[in-house]
């Protein structure tokens, strides 16, 4: 999926979060690129949340796996999304 609602398309945000290089880090255990959200936090491909709705968080964020098998997955793990420009949704939901 593109689009989380109709006329609300997702945007590319990899320049932008490739551009914080002052949150720069390196994933596990791919050595690849990332970026941390927030200063001293997760680090996520400079993809996330970019071009597609999809499960960013069950992919990226190490709380969204059952490690310790109690089968307790927090709900937002599950949601689907990706970053998108208000205004041209506001535009398109008029």
Do not use: W
């Not at 970019?50 to 190490?62: A, E, G, I, V």
């Amino acid at each position: 999926m593109t689009a989380g609602k109709q006329g609300c398309p997702c945007t590319n945000e990899t320049a932008t979060l490739s551009s914080l290089t002052e949150r720069s880090c390196e994933l596990a255990p791919t050595g690849e690129s990332g970026v941390r959200l927030t200063l001293g936090g997760l680090c996520v491909p400079t993809s996330y949340g970019s071009s597609r709705c999809l499960q960013h968080d069950l992919h990226n964020d190490p709380t969204c796996t059952d490690y310790d098998g109690d089968g307790i997955i927090p709900p937002y793990c599950f949601r689907p999304f990706c970053f998108v420009d208000a205004g041209v949704c506001a535009r398109e939901s008029n």
